[in-house]
């Protein structure tokens, strides 16, 4: 489609399926709307006792299970799927207490989280414990949008063929936003991407960022339009048909 970035190289199988459990209504969202264009379907639910059934379907590559909550907690949500199936668990947590972290894995956690997280870091666990069960290949060699060229492996980003001196955050942003090319990505998306954290009130830090990123792609810097109060969205056309 034309609204759509261009990888190339392996890519991620399609109907890849997550259950979140958590009961963050916010954060589950947040995650949802990330991942829907990472490849990877989240769904959720906020009551521990209700998920159980949907965790035994079959229907789910991967379990996110927060510790913490009313009625069926993580832990007793965990045992109890693995009485009856082998489904990947991620654990999350806002304890960091190592005795925890390690009563989560011996009861059959795969791997273990945090709180606070930036969604890239829980999406490269996603990636690692789905490998580790044979179910996904590495992420695409190369993205590509509108004369704009991404080497993740690498970090290297090219305009029509010249490499972009890029920091590290004008890196991420730029990524982000090829790989999302034709949605609008909120600040909030932005923010919890670069620092691990929601926005706060006058935060201009990913607007200073993005006005560099402009001047450094030159013409192709007018791909990066303004959603005022919403967030920022790269045009997939070529430069020379954009508007300013």
Known sequence: MANEARTTGETLPTGIAVLLVDDDVELCELLQEFFAHHDIRLEFTHDGRRALSRAL???????????????LDGFKLLQRVRRQSQVPVIMLTARSAQAERVAGLDAGADDYLSKPFGPEELLARIHAVL????RVPRRPAVVEAAGIHLTPSARVARCEGAALDLTTAEYDILELLVRAAGRVVNRDELTMALYRRRVMPYDRAIDVHISNLRKKLGRHGKLI????????????????????
């Open 57 to 71: 379907s079959g229907g789910y590559d991967l379990l996110l299970l927060e510790v913490m909550m009313t009625g």
């Open 131 to 134: 490998r580790r069960a044979g």
């Open 225 to 244: 339009g303004t959603v005022r109060g919403v967030g920022y969205l790269f045009r997939s056309g070529a430069a020379d048909d954009e508007g300013r």
